[in-house]
């Protein structure tokens, strides 16, 4: 059977639902670096010397946390965005 002739038969692409997400890196037991609202949703964190590794492996790893809707987690990580959040918060001084 050749693919021009499988069909794609009820299957509905589901949407994420538009959710407030806020970053944490752990510098120090005292220091903590955020973006984001502190009522957000979905939290992602992890310690300052994971920050700049790539978030989906450290995710994978056990290295960076997420709590919330699981959607919006893997939404975040395969856009980019959580590496670029990350990235920011793990350079600023």
Do not use: W
């Not at 903590?32 to 994978?60: H, I, M």
């Amino acid at each position: 059977m050749s693919g021009s002739n499988l069909r794609d038969v009820g299957a509905k692409k589901k949407s994420v639902p538009q959710m407030t997400v806020q970053y944490r890196v752990t510098v120090s037991k005292s220091e903590v670096r955020t973006s984001g609202p502190d009522d957000a949703e979905v939290v992602f964190s992890c310690a300052l010397t994971d920050a700049s590794s790539d978030p989906t492996a450290s995710f994978v790893q056990g290295k960076l946390k997420a709590t919330g809707h699981t959607g919006v987690i893997l939404g975040e990580l395969m856009s980019g965005n959580a590496a670029k959040q990350l990235s920011q918060l793990a350079s600023h001084p």
